[in-house]
């Protein structure tokens, strides 16, 4: 009878990282970063996450607002047409606008580019840095790659989106407005007054707590697939970038149902 | 009496053969063998990246990845961290207990720097040096963690000869002043493992060889393979 040939055993990395481990990294420099700032005893890993989260924030306010825009333009327009005419949309559509841009628009929009840049760059960052054995060389020094590297970033993703949800409310609402006083020449304080009205407390709350859990969840994916063991060989940054937004955007997907289903079930919506 | 073995590796299977040997303090190893031949696999094997399937290293009777502060490590691509200056990069190794930078600390990261050659780039980013400079901060790092073993891998490729006199002058001072217990390195650079290393760990289709400097004089065979400045 043929036999199969056992694969030989390979060189294994000394240190493997766990998507639990990720998330214990996180959670370990997330904890004691904000005392030590505090005490002026930060580290380079404190100094590292607080430059993380400016940078990340200053490269993303940008387009976040300006996605936004598009996207409660386009929203606006869509829902202007579907209704039967100006005063059907400034009766009936308005008065919701604002709550619908909060639980479909914004978290779809800062999802993806915390997707696109956040999970892309930091995938790649830690994929290159495996490369050139940059993370070897933190592991020989006794520092944790995983504190040292992948939480500032995902703490700067973390940190972030809820901040970009909150730049996304205002270039939404600006988007909204456009739309609103090109149909039914809606005055901006009058629609300011409408928009908010519409927006709880509790809904911007909700998709602040469903931002960051997204927002974790993704970055421990980025993380993983950056850490993936693998030896230098060409292609293997792109190819494992790639993966890893694949498997974000699936894991986004799965996570929004997810909440989506816990708050409908808990009554929070 | 013998001193207890620096570094004892026992059975890894590089290349279809097993490798074992000893290194006391005071030896300064060199793996010679031609590309490909696994020495960048046994030195990832040595300090403790890469666990091998079968077979056992111990650095000062443990295992290297628990053994980390006893381990310098300067790797073949020099893997300075790229978002760092030099100075961040050889004070990294101090950082292991979250310390903040002070006075004290910058001395020792500028001393180290100057031992090398490189003490007037502390303060430039890693991307603006060239390969050579790399190089030379890289080590700097490997003993910036006061380790008692470095594990170096091409040591002086890509340095102008000036630079290479004095790192293999640095280097073979080190283990001299009992500074290093022990040196192991990967090098193409026959000539400079000739002059500097205690003995030659050479790898070789088929099987390898371990052979102490006096022996490697006398025997024809090895004589030739490390080369005429041995002689």
């Known amino acids: 009878m043929p036999g199969h040939a056992r694969p030989a055993k390979l060189f294994e990395p000394a240190l493997e990282y766990s998507a639990a481990g990720l998330l214990g990294a996180i959670f370990s420099v997330g904890g004691r970063c904000l005392p030590r700032i505090l005490l002026g005893r930060a580290t380079i890993i404190e100094r590292e996450v607080v430059q993380r989260v400016l940078g990340f924030l200053a490269s993303t306010a940008p387009t976040s607002a300006l996605t936004t825009l598009v996207y409660g333009v386009a929203v606006a327009c869509g829902v202007f047409t579907y209704t039967s005419g100006p005063d059907a949309f400034g009766v009936l559509v308005l008065p919701q606008l604002g709550g619908i841009f909060l639980r479909y628009v914004i978290p779809f929009a800062v999802a993806n580019l915390v997707i696109l840049k956040g999970v892309v760059g930091l995938t790649s960052d830690i994929a290159s840095m495996r490369v050139s054995q940059e993370v070897d060389a933190i592991e020989a020094v006794g520092l944790h790659p995983a504190e040292m590297i992948f939480a500032p970033r995902a703490l700067a993703l973390i940190v972030t989106a809820p901040a970009l949800a909150v730049i996304g409310v205002y270039a939404a609402c600006l988007g909204g407005w456009l739309v609103s006083w090109i149909g039914v020449h809606t005055d901006f304080a009058e629609f300011v007054a409408i928009f908010v009205s519409s927006v709880s407390a509790r809904a911007v709350l909700i998709v602040v707590v469903k931002l960051i859990i997204t927002a974790l969840t993704m970055s421990v994916i980025a993380g993983y697939f950056g850490f993936l063991s693998g030896r230098a060989e060409q292609g293997f940054v792109g190819r494992i970038t790639t993966s890893s937004a694949v498997m974000a955007v699936l894991a986004a997907a799965v996570v929004n149902v997810l909440l989506i289903v816990l708050s409908t079930a808990f009554h929070l919506e | ?231």
Do not use: W
């Open chain 2, 1 to 231: 009496m013998t001193a207890a073995p620096l570094l004892s590796v026992d059975g890894i299977v590089i290349g279809g053969s097993a490798i074992s040997f000893e290194m006391r303090p005071g030896e300064i190893l060199a793996v010679l063998g031609s590309n490909g031949a696994g020495k960048s696999l046994l030195l990832a094997c040595l300090s403790g990246h890469l666990l091998a399937p079968t077979g056992t290293v111990s650095v000062n009777g443990r295992q290297p990845h628990r053994a980390r502060c006893d381990i310098g490590v300067m790797f073949q691509h020099h893997a300075l961290l790229r978002n760092m200056t030099v100075f961040e990069n050889v004070a990294l190794p101090f950082l292991v207990d979250g310390l903040v930078l002070r006075e004290e600390l910058e001395k020792q990261v500028l001393l180290r720097l100057q031992l090398v050659g490189c003490g007037h780039l502390a303060h430039q980013d890693v991307h603006r040096l060239s390969e050579g400079d790399k190089r030379c901060v890289a080590l700097a790092r490997a003993l910036s963690g006061q380790p008692r073993l470095l594990i170096a891998d091409e040591p002086v490729a890509a340095l102008a000869p000036a630079k290479k006199a004095l790192v293999e002058e640095f280097l073979a001072g080190l283990v001299g002043q009992n500074a290093l217990a022990g040196i192991v390195m990967a090098t193409q650079d026959v000539e400079f493992a000739g002059r500097v290393a205690t003995h030659y760990l050479i790898l070789e289709e088929g099987g390898h060889a371990l052979v102490r400097r006096e022996d490697a004089l006398r025997d024809p065979c090895y004589k030739a393979f490390v080369s005429p400045q041995l002689s």
